[in-house]
Nanobody, 115 residues
Framework: QLQLVESGGGLVQPGGSLRLSCIAS????????MEWYRQAPGKQRELVAR???????NYAGSGKGRFTISRDEAKNTVYLQMNSLKPEDTAVYYC?????????WGQGTQVTVSS
């Protein structure tokens, strides 16, 4: 059973940076998508970034130009580098795998941007 574990969240001041990591328990990069979502209090979960098995990358929402998704296949890990963080980036960030007939979520990691 595929498991995803996020890490790297925390408290950061506006303008700062964080790098989130998502480690997968199995080999997942041959098919499907790896995605980062976030959910702020009182809001719906929203897509932040996606990387396909073929390496195609898409960004959504206000993270465009500030966030970078990448992967290390040897480590079964996907990263989200977040720069120029703003208070409105405060949310729980989730890693997700979407494959043939399967959607798996991590437990989430809290990111708080505040002075």
């Amino acid at each position: 059973q595929l498991q995803l574990v996020e890490s790297g969240g925390g408290l950061v001041q506006p303008g700062g940076s964080l790098r989130l990591s998502c480690i997968a328990s199995g080999t997942i990069f041959s098919t499907g998508f790896m995605e980062w979502y976030r959910q702020a209090p009182g809001k719906q979960r929203e897509l932040v970034a996606r990387i396909t098995s073929g390496g195609i990358i898409n960004y959504a929402g206000s993270g465009k130009g500030r966030f970078t998704i990448s992967r290390d296949e040897a480590k079964n890990t996907v990263y989200l580098q977040m720069n120029s963080l703003k208070p409105e980036d405060t949310a729980v960030y989730y890693c997700s795998y979407l494959g043939p007939g399967l959607r798996t979520w991590g437990q989430g990691t809290q990111v708080t941007v505040s002075s």
